[in-house]
């Protein structure tokens, strides 16, 4: 175990290195494209690959656990019926007409479920979180992350231009940012330029697309374990680490954690998902992802636009 954990320390390093160098590529990003570049050149000792296999699997868990620390249930809901209304039915079309459109494209359905679940939602913490309930090759969540950085990153400069040329309000481009704009990160990047309210505003819509990420993960563990057969290893009904997530949603909500706490929280929960993530690239082969590349690309523009289509027309009819 000691030489992995080793190694996954010193990447987590080296990104945070990467990222205070390069602000716009974030730390699990670094991250990542650090686990693909020591496993293709390669670069790991074989000792190393017990600890690293152990920090993917389970430091992957913890990440998304602490991630419910950021979700207060009395913030979310003073967005309004009209808001929330939209959000569902924007990540509820979105995840299923990306796998939809995975399927049409031959791609597999655990690269079109990662999407889906990734575009969806909350972007790489998503794709994190799905990854362990369904059938799929390290690739397949590789591949997600990266369209969900490619992606991602457009939105952030295309939005902002859309909606001054649109003649949004802070407020009004806020939301469709935070409906919209994959990451978390993303979301507060886009949202900047037009100002405070537009910044809040898109954060809290877009942590109530973040809450739906406990009840998606575990209708896809149902039709998972209606897909496998009884005697073969099936996903639980209700995976540990989303009741982990949920219960740390609650805990948030209780307000009984003070700010410098729920700080920390957010600083470890993204040092986590970074070291998984790494452990992930690991098992990369860049060959590999050649082979699906173009269609994946088609994909993830397809379903950026979708959400994007979707945010906007929810939006204007219920928000």
Not at 290 to 314: C, E, K, Q
């Amino acid at each position: 175990m000691v030489p992995g954990l080793v190694v996954v320390a010193v990447a987590v390093g080296l990104a945070a290195v990467l990222h205070a160098a390069i602000p716009s590529v974030g730390l699990v990003t670094a991250a990542l494209l650090l686990g693909v570049l020591a496993g293709n050149l390669p670069l790991l000792p074989a000792a190393a690959s017990v600890g690293v296999t152990w920090a993917t699997r389970r430091l992957l868990r913890a990440g998304v656990v602490l991630l419910g620390l950021g979700l207060s249930i009395p913030q979310l809901l003073g967005v309004g019926p009209g808001v929330l209304l939209a959000v569902l039915l924007t990540v509820a079309g979105t995840f299923v007409v990306t796998v939809w459109l995975g399927r049409l494209l031959g791609l597999s359905r655990g690269l079109s479920l990662c999407v889906g679940t990734g575009f969806a939602v909350c972007g790489a913490s998503a794709v994190a979180a799905v990854e362990g309930v369904i059938r799929r090759e390290e690739r397949d969540v590789v591949t997600a992350i990266a369209l969900v950085t490619l992606y991602g990153s457009l939105a952030v400069a295309a939005l902002p231009l859309a909606g001054g040329a649109l003649g949004l309000d802070e407020q009004h481009l806020g939301r469709w940012i935070g409906l919209s704009v994959h990451e978390v990160a993303q979301v507060v990047a886009a949202a900047a330029p037009a100002g405070e309210e537009a910044v809040t505003s898109a954060v809290v819509v877009k942590l109530s697309r973040v809450v739906l990420l406990a009840p998606l993960i575990a209708a896809i563990s149902v039709v998972e374990r209606r897909r496998r057969p009884t005697t073969g290893t099936r996903p639980p009904l209700i995976p540990l680490f989303v009741a982990g997530f949920l219960a740390s949603v609650a805990l948030r909500s209780s307000g009984l954690l003070p700010d410098v706490v729920l700080a920390q929280a957010a600083t470890l929960t993204t040092v986590l998902l970074a070291a998984a993530l790494f452990g992930l690239g690991t098992t990369v082969r860049l060959a590999a992802l050649r082979r699906t590349g173009p269609r994946a690309l088609l994909l993830g523009l397809a379903s950026t636009l979708v959400v994007t289509g979707l945010a906007w027309s929810t939006l204007w009819a219920l928000g």
